[in-house]
């Protein structure tokens, strides 16, 4: 009982240091300090779409589809 009691009152803690951090990164992102780092928030790309130019993605496409 003394264990469940210390790991509920652990997830307590971890919960609240866990708002307190989102509600500091949100005033930063309020005030603009983190607008440049949005980037780190984002999903990567694809790298076959982020490296092909538009006109090959098309190609590309039609290749993966057994042509038109």
Do not use: C, E, T
Request: charged share 15%; aromatic share 8%.
């Amino acid at each position: 009982m003394g264990l469940v009691f210390k790991l509920s009152a652990i997830s307590y803690q971890l919960s609240a240091i866990s708002y307190q951090l989102s509600a500091f990164v949100m005033a930063l992102l309020n005030q603009g300090m983190m607008r440049d780092h949005l980037v780190l928030l984002k999903p990567p790309k694809s790298p076959n779409f982020a490296v092909r130019p538009k006109g090959d993605l098309l190609a590309h496409w039609k290749a993966h589809r057994g042509g038109l």
